[in-house]
């Protein structure tokens, strides 16, 4: 048995808790994003899930926050999934990222929409693992409206029918899914839902239970979940204090064969 250790992570640019995208400097966003590459050596992560994340925009220093972090972690495998893209004068360029300590064989970039700013998607990527594809969904849902967050699970449902059906109607190992879902797992909204669905598929567990993600520094709300499938066995679950940004983020760690 080898033990995974997985986290979900929105950093928020890299702003920290400067609640004004934009205000902060290039040298306060490297010093944040090093101490967030500090926090994921520490926690010694296999797999890092990241939303909201800059590759060069003009508000985030206009520097590829992923290949920053990558070089502070030693973990040398990433990709990112730009949902968001802008030219021009205030130049944008932000989404998800995945960052591995294994290789990713193979990914693809979904956004929910074209908009140029508050576009939300996810990443869905094959990283190898001990000798087996595991997919991982890094996913990031609108923040104020249930109807448009209905509406993009629907979109991740059938994208991973689509899946599905290319391999025949079953999965060789099931998917991860994480990510920022902006709602708490209340029944009524998609939370609840995307746990519903993934039972067809197998006996998933969604982690947390229990704890609160956001804001950081007094957190009131739990909106940042991973859900793993049936192959992960003994799953344990850590919401990590930090106020590296308004989020705090989610470890779990299981075991595969």
């Not at 520097?63 to 802008?86: A, C, E, I, M, W």
């Not at 932000?94 to 970039?109: F, H, T, W």
């Not at 519903?196 to 007094?218: A, D, I, K, M, V």
């Not at 992960?232 to 595969?256: G, I, K, N, Q, Y």
Request: glycine share 8%; net charge positive.
């Amino acid at each position: 048995m080898r033990r995974v250790r997985i986290l979900t992570f929105n950093i928020a640019h890299g702003r920290g808790l400067n609640p004004i995208q934009g205000t902060s400097s290039a040298v306060r966003l490297r010093r944040n994003l090093r101490r967030i590459g500090d926090l994921i050596i520490k926690l010694d992560v296999d797999v890092v899930a990241l939303q909201e994340i800059d590759q060069h925009s003009r508000w985030a220093g206009n520097f590829d926050q992923l290949d920053y972090l990558s070089q502070h972690t030693g973990l040398p495998y990433s990709v990112f999934g730009v949902h968001n893209r802008r030219e021009g004068l205030i130049n944008l360029a932000y989404g998800n990222a995945i960052l591995s300590r294994y290789p990713i064989l193979a990914s693809e970039v979904v956004s929910f929409g074209q908009s140029k700013v508050g576009e939300k998607g996810f990443i869905f990527a094959e990283i190898e693992l001990h000798g087996m594809r595991l997919p991982v969904v890094n996913l990031h849902l609108h923040y104020r409206s249930k109807a448009h967050r209905f509406r993009q699970l629907d979109r991740l449902l059938e994208f991973l029918q689509e899946k599905r059906a290319a391999h025949g109607g079953e999965w060789p190992v099931l998917p991860i899914v994480c990510g920022d879902f902006n709602t708490p797992g209340r029944d009524g909204d998609v939370t609840a839902a995307l746990d519903s669905h993934l039972q067809e598929l197998g006996n998933y567990t969604r982690h947390p239970r229990r704890g609160r993600t956001f804001p950081s520094p007094l957190p009131a709300r739990l909106l940042d979940f991973v859900f793993v499938p049936p192959r992960a066995r003994d799953p344990h679950c850590h919401v990590v204090r930090s106020m590296l940004s308004d989020h705090r983020p989610v470890l779990v760690e299981f075991e595969v064969n």
